[in-house]
């Protein structure tokens, strides 16, 4: 089994930066891919942005230019860094794994990010 664990949501204006963290241990090798995903009240969850284990990256054209995902092997730890936070950020955050073709149905506390104007 594999345990996410993410954190470093806050309350920030408009412009501002956030990096939020997930600490991923356990079954690690089963892992394929590494996402964040985000939802805010009576909406779908969004998928932002996505890391392989390879290390290729994906962003989705919402955030493209203003984030950016990474990891820290050493410390079984992938990043989300947020620069140039819009009010239309404001969500809970979550990050997922990926076993090649599906994205595990456990979704944790999350990390709150709101974006004031």
């Known amino acids: 089994q594999v345990q996410l664990v993410e954190s470093g949501g806050g309350l920030v204006q408009a412009g501002g930066s956030l990096r939020l963290s997930c600490v991923a241990s356990g079954s690690i090798f089963s892992i394929n891919a590494m996402g964040w995903f985000r939802q805010s009240p009576g909406k779908q969850r969004e998928l932002v942005a996505t890391i392989t284990r390879l290390g290729n990256t994906n962003i989705a054209d919402s955030v493209k230019g203003r984030f950016a995902i990474s990891r820290d092997n050493a410390k079984n730890t992938v990043y989300l860094q947020m620069n140039s936070l819009k009010p239309e950020d404001t969500a809970v955050y979550y990050c997922?794994?990926?076993?090649?073709?599906?994205?595990?149905?456990?979704w944790g506390q999350g990390a709150q990010v709101t974006v004031s104007s």
């Open positions: 997922n794994m990926n076993d090649g073709s599906t994205w595990r149905n456990y």
